[in-house]
T-cell receptor, first 111, second 116 residues
Framework: EPEVTQTPSHQVTQMGQEVILRCVPI?????FYWYRQILGQKVEFLVS????????KSEIFDDQFSVERPDGSNFTLKIRSTKLEDSAMYFC?????????FGPGTRLLVL | AQSVSQHNHHVILSEAASLELGCNYS??????LFWYVQYPGQHLQLLLK??????LVKGIKGFEAEFIKSKFSFNLRKPSVQWSDTAEYFC??????????????FGQGTTLQVKP
C-alpha cells in the first residue's frame, strides 16, 4: 500500500538556523498538508497546498515558514530561522479525494 | 470557533472491556468526521470516517462510531478491546463540500492503555 514518507525522522538544530523538512506524498495525490504537534498538545494545522499554491494557512504559518513542491514528487516545509517554540513533531499529509494519509513525522528539536 | 473536544485524556481498560471515547465538535456547516489512531512509534492511521449517509460507521479492527448531529458528537466504540488497541486516538473534523481546503481540526487525543 502506498505511504507518505518523511525525512529526516529526527532533526536537531540551533536556534536561528534554517531547516527543511521533506515529504514524499502518495504519487497520485493532489492535496498536501503540513501539521505539527508540540509535545503534549493537539495536532495543529499549518498549511494546505494544491495546484502549486497555498490554499489555506494558519496563524502559526508566518513569514518564517514556506512550502514548496520543487520537483513534482517532494513537498517541503522550510523554517527560515528556527525558534525554540518550533520544537515539535511535524506531519505531512496528502489526499486525492477526501481522506488524508499521514507520514510518520519529523521530530524537530531546536536548541 | 472551530474546535474538537475529546473528553477522555487517558483511559485504562482490561482486555475484553468495552470502549467508548467521546468526541464533540464545534464547526459551522457540513462536516466530515474522522477517527485516527497512532500506535506507539507509528504514524497516524485512519480508523474510520463519516461523510454522509448512515450515521453509524464501521471502521477497521472492529471499531465503529456514531454521528449524532443534534449533539455534535462522533463517539468511538469497540465492544471488546485487545491489548493491541493500546494507542493514542484522535478525533478530527473538516468541512464538507468542494470549496473546503481539507484542513483537519484535531482533538487533543485520548491515550488508551489496555491491560492484558
Amino acid at each position: 500500500e502506498p505511504e507518505v514518507t518523511q525525512t529526516p525522522s529526527h532533526q536537531v538544530t540551533q536556534m536561528g538556523q534554517e531547516v527543511i523538512l521533506r515529504c514524499v506524498p502518495i504519487s497520485n495525490h493532489l492535496y498536501f498538508y503540513w501539521y505539527r504537534q508540540i509535545l503534549g498538545q493537539k495536532v495543529e494545522f499549518l498549511v494546505s497546498f494544491y495546484n502549486n499554491e497555498i490554499s489555506e494557512k494558519s496563524e502559526i504559518f508566518d513569514d518564517q515558514f514556506s512550502v514548496e513542491r520543487p520537483d513534482g514528487s517532494n513537498f517541503t516545509l522550510k523554517i527560515r530561522s528556527t525558534k525554540l517554540e518550533d520544537s515539535a513533531m511535524y506531519f505531512c499529509a496528502s489526499h486525492l479525494v477526501e481522506t488524508q494519509y499521514f507520514g510518520p513525522g519529523t521530530r524537530l528539536l531546536v536548541l | 470557533a472551530q474546535s474538537v473536544s475529546q473528553h477522555n485524556h487517558h483511559v485504562i481498560l482490561s482486555e475484553a472491556a468495552s470502549l467508548e471515547l467521546g468526541c464533540n465538535y464545534s464547526y459551522g456547516g457540513t462536516v466530515n468526521l474522522f477517527w485516527y489512531v497512532q500506535y506507539p512509534g507509528q504514524h497516524l492511521q485512519l480508523l474510520l470516517k463519516y461523510f454522509s449517509g448512515d450515521p453509524l460507521v464501521k471502521g477497521i479492527k472492529g471499531f465503529e462510531a456514531e454521528f449524532i448531529k443534534s449533539k455534535f458528537s462522533f463517539n468511538l466504540r469497540k465492544p471488546s478491546v485487545q491489548w493491541s488497541d493500546t494507542a493514542e486516538y484522535f478525533c478530527a473534523v473538516n468541512g464538507g463540500g468542494s470549496s473546503n481546503t481539507g484542513k483537519l481540526i484535531f482533538g487533543q487525543g485520548t491515550t488508551l492503555q489496555v491491560k492484558p
